[in-house]
């Protein structure tokens, strides 16, 4: 971070969950104002693989800026 790069808060984060076989969901965690993960969050992706859905969040991270949540 210097002088010319203001912060960004962080609005959200994405996690990858296998629901079946070949059904892939991108999930969208809301961040709470105390910085914590809301306790609801919404599907904005379905894919047939795990590579679809992560060339969709990678997509989104043109766009804006986009956190991936790990499985642990």
């Known amino acids: ?3 010319y790069s203001p912060i960004t808060p962080i609005q959200c984060v994405l996690k990858i969950r296998e629901i079946a076989e070949n059904s892939w969901w991108v999930y969208r965690h809301e961040i709470g104002r105390n910085g914590t993960l809301k306790a ?3 599907v904005v992706f379905f894919g047939r693989s ?3 859905a992560e ?3 990678e997509g989104q991270r043109q766009e804006a800026t986009v956190y991936l949540l790990s499985d642990n």
């Open 40 to 42: 609801i969050s919404r």
């Open 1 to 3: 971070m210097n002088t």
């Open 50 to 52: 795990r590579d679809d």
């Open 55 to 57: 060339q969709w969040i």
